[in-house]
């Protein structure tokens, strides 16, 4: 039910107007690949660099080691070390993911599996990128000042993260950068969600978009509403450092009045919670439809599984004081922010189950993008229950801050997510750039991530349940982290393994898109949803004609198709 | 510290533990450490069976609806009564099974134990006043005058003494930034605020020396913010607090207020709201 | 009081309501977060203002308040006027609203060394610190919101479609309504009680 039909624009000549200032949706999911590659690269080496010194503390990192830190002879330094996991953090979360998932493959999807021929607003998606970019650059820029970039954790606590504990510009323009990126997200958010709400094609209700457009579209409400909450905590903390406001300044900090640094942990985690969401959404959505695409039959519950998505949108603004145990709410406060975080099990395991009913009876093929969706299930079915050590107060008084909860991240955050953007990124090849990957090589690609993957947050979660406290430099000095060093170095030389299986899909990658010969054609996954009527590549104005949806998105396996076809478009009449 | 660990990388040949000894967390030397441990065991069971189910599905289906074991997939939208009921019954089930469990255990060992703060006016506990800052831990006991902040105080600095089998309530602030006080052998770690008093009571019950650490990011020398916790027996310990009672009654000068870091120390009741104070 | 828009039957009248909704939200939370903080540190602290701090004077927010309100109020007639294609209204009251609002913005100029010579500096405690923020983020809010005013110039110049035009002038103007809303929150919640 489209509120009105979009014109067919000219197709752009220039080099500039093609591939920089590009108001086509699908240039722009691609400039945010692009973009999301290369941070993904800078915060993986970062990672390395990490993992490396807490393997082998005071050895020179190998190759760019001694280019990188001459004065410690190639070591990382203890304030670098500090500056490389905050940088870290934030890269991955906000340069990396967010990018890929959202800002490349909720520009490419959305218009194209709506039937439409671009998002509401062209131009905020163009600002939106350039904006982000803007923001890439002050991040990385920050890493040049003099004292050095922000070394407060991404999660940037007040009183380390004002002036006491951070001097310099390094905190200050990681402020910056974050609140430039939550304009941009925030522009973007605007824009897919008015896009899912006007832009449908005749016959498409809510419950007829792919569970992907769900996701996507869920993560965009929840950007909305809580990336200006994250906005107005940094834009706080930015006035304390430059214009001398007391809002979270306490202690020695507190020469002109106090404030309290406990305040921007509630905002923080108010957006905080929320974003793990955001981050997680999307590859939801994604896995629930290859699912099942790649087991041909119809994807199990879709409809709860879209409701079961969006109550945890709705529960998971109520329950981010489980981040804040430590911090001594009252009691009354802390029981509360527990039973509520328990409630979000419900809704999981059923979207959970509807996974494995998808799969169930079907007649499953295991291309690339399946296996990666199968991983995913793997690994946010370990990290999600791994979570519930977490949320229950009296173990996470032991857990907190340990390397248990960066295991748990690690494996719903960075493996999920990271997974499901390969599945997205093998999938939508095709339609994206005219070519398919290399299928061996992508099945070695899973394999080893899954290994590497598996062994370096497996074992962080073992080193933290052993007690060894995260964001530390050299863990070897304490005497009950001695026994966690084998650990340690395991977990690292799987990251090693990890970050080097990645090669091979940068190859496959690099390839796939500029070199290979073999073009793919219009519908090689053989699905019905709305991208695969159109060519591949997709033309630049989508849809000749809008299309009209009869059916579901999912409808494969119906045993009244003939012609030889398992599957059906969603154009065409329900067999 | 020992900088020297600094620049070798450590071998594990002289401890040749199991991979089971050495994936234990460290030793639990509290009387209620054993808790935390148990529900943590307790989840990690029904976690292994969900986790086991979901894996059964996961591999097993992948084995036997393979395209070329099961070409004829199963065309159903997973709509119907018994499929919604299948879902709902395994949502509940994670819920009741493991989730009100948990809440329900945790809740009474938060409102029972770790919340239920001792009775000072009725029970023998040891009071410590702790400041965290960059980067090192001051301890404050009271002297002889029971009375905090003054002449007589023992104030130490990264060297916590205690006796074995009595309640101690840790009340703790921070000097510059948020740190958070970490006793990795009993399971227990506060955060230490700047600008707010927060509160801990543990009794510990094994002697010997122990690891404290710092367990929120509070700047570069993070990781070497460790402190030493001497358990004593009782004897000992009177022992050990006579004579640095003596020894700081000597040189704590009254004209520095560099020592003088505590604040008064007012009981905590189970009700009372921790606020922002001081 | 909404001004009807005539019958605008194509949906892009539609999507831009929702799209401007959609970013009034966003903003709304960030104006929420800073009235969370407000409302945190006004009811945790013991008296308020803290640490013997004065109260600003009435005067120059009360007058500020009277700007902004006039100012909708000229944006309502102006909005009037484009729907029935009155365009010499529509001009008259479009450069009112403009005056108005840069009027406002010279206030908050005025205000900001008034709090100054009344001893209140951003970095006097939180209650400095509160004040100036809010109104420093909400003038630049003010800002935006005139430059958004800039787009309606071809509007009522009719030198773009008049439908596009009537949707740019009620979008620019929930914008601006809702900043009028914001100062009076600010007024009302930190300046008199």
Partial sequence: ????????????????????????????????????????????????????????????????????????????????????????????????????????????????????????????????????????????????????????????????????????????????????????????????ITTIITLRAPGMGYFDMPLTIWGLGLTAVLNAIFLPVLGAGVLLLI?????????????????????????????????????????????????????????????????????????????????????????????????????????????????????????????????SPMLFSLGVVFVFGLGGLTGLYLGTVTTDLYLHDTYFVVGHFHYTMAASVLLGGFAAIYFWMPKMFGTIMNEFWAKIHFWITMLGLNGVFFAMMLVGYGGMHRRIYNPFIYEFTQKLIPLNTFATWSAIIMGFAQIIFVVNFVYAVFFKKEKASQNPWEVGTLEWTIPSPAPHYNFKEIPVVKCGPHELGNPNLGNGRDFQYQTEELA | MNESKFAEPVLNTDQNLGFFEMIMPP???????????????????????????????????????????????????????????????????????????????????????????????????????????????????????????????????????????????????????????????????????????????????????????????????????????????????????????????????????????????????????????? | MSVKAPNIQNGLALQSSIAMIMTL????????????GYVAYRFTADVWPPMGMQRASLLIPTISTFTILLSSLSYFALEKSVFNKDWKKAKAYFYLTLTLGSCFMGFQFLLWRDLKLTGIFVDSTVFGSIIYAFTWIHAAHVVAGMLALLFLIPAIHQTIDEEKGMIRTKSVGQFWHFLGIVWFLIFFGIFVF
């Fill in chain 1, 239 to 367: 006035f304390d450092r430059l214009f001398g406001t007391t809002f979270f300044l306490a202690g020695a900090a507190a020469t002109t009045g106090t404030g309290d640094p406990v305040l921007f942990q509630h905002v923080f985690w108010i957006f905080g919670h929320p974003e793990v969401y955001i981050l997680i959404l999307p590859a939801w959505g994604i896995v629930s439809d290859l699912l099942s695409f790649f087991a041909r039959k119809p994807a199990f519950g879709a409809k709860a599984t879209a409701l079961a998505m969006t109550s945890i949108t709705i529960l998971s603004t109520l329950v981010y004081g489980h981040h804040m145990f430590t911090t001594q709410m009252s009691p009354l406060l802390t029981q509360t922010f527990m039973t509520l975080t328990m409630t979000i099990s419900i809704p999981s395991a059923i979207f959970f189950a509807n996974w494995l009913g998808t799969i169930w009876k079907g007649s499953i093929r295991f291309h």
């Fill in chain 2, 27 to 278: 030793e639990d030397i509290s009387q209620h450490g054993h808790e935390i441990d148990a529900l943590f065991n307790y989840t990690t069971s029904l976690n292994i069976f969900f986790f086991i189910l979901v894996c059964a599905g996961l591999f097993g289906f992948s084995y036997l609806y393979h395209q070329s074991r099961h070409p004829k997939p199963y065309y159903t939208y997973g709509n119907k009564k018994i499929h919604i009921l299948v879902s709902t019954i395994i949502g509940v089930a994670v819920f009741i099974g493991i989730d009100l469990n948990i809440t329900r255990m945790s809740n009474d060992d938060y409102i029972g134990i770790f919340t239920n703060w001792p009775d000072e006016s009725q029970e023998d506990v040891v009071r410590v006043q702790v400041l965290g800052q960059q980067w090192a831990w001051n301890f404050r006991q009271p002297g002889e005058d029971k009375v905090f902040n003054t002449e007589d105080d023992v104030v130490t600095l990264n060297d916590l003494r205690i006796p074995a089998g009595k309640k101690v309530i840790f009340q703790i602030l921070s000097k510059d930034v948020i740190h958070s006080l970490y006793f990795p052998n009993a399971r227990r770690k506060t955060d230490a605020i700047p600008g707010r008093i927060t509160r801990m009571w543990i009794q510990f019950n094994k002697p010997g020396t122990y690891d404290i650490a710092c367990a929120e990011m509070c700047g570069t020398y993070h990781y070497r913010m460790a402190a030493r916790l001497t358990v004593y027996e009782e004897d000992d310990y009177n022992h050990w607090l006579a004579e640095a009672n003596q020894i700081f009654d000597a040189i704590n000068d009254p004209e520095d207020a560099k020592i003088y870091w505590g604040w008064k120390w007012t009981p905590t009741s189970s009700t009372k709201k921790v606020g922002m104070s001081k």
């Fill in chain 1, 1 to 192: 039910m489209a509120f009105y039909e979009q014109h067919i624009h000219p197709k752009p000549t220039t080099f500039l107007s093609k591939y920089i200032f590009s108001y086509d949706h699908k240039v722009i999911g691609k400039q945010f690949l692009w973009y999301g590659i290369l941070f993904l690269f800078v915060g993986g080496l970062m990672a390395l660099m990490i993992r490396w010194t807490l393997a082998y503390p005071g050895q020179p990192f190998p190759v760019i080691g001694s280019f990188l830190f001459p004065e410690t002879g190639g070591a990382v330094p203890a304030d670098t070390y500090a500056m490389l996991f905050t940088m870290h953090g934030t890269i991955m979360i906000f340069y990396a993911i967010t990018p890929i998932l959202i800002g490349c493959f909720g520009n490419y999807c959305i218009p194209l599996m709506l039937g439409a021929r671009d998002m509401a607003f062209p131009l905020l998606n163009m600002l939106s990128f350039h904006l982000a970019a803007l923001s890439g650059l002050i991040l990385m820029g920050s890493l040049f000042t003099p004292l050095g970039a922000a070394a407060g954790g991404w999660t940037s606590y007040p009183t380390l993260s004002t002036l006491i504990g951070s001097p310099g510009m390094g905190q200050t323009l990681w402020s910056l950068a974050i609140f430039v990126l939550g304009v941009s997200s925030t522009m973007g958010a605007v824009n897919y």
């Fill in chain 3, 25 to 36: 939200v966003s903003f709304s939370m960030l104006f929420a977060t800073l009235f969370l």
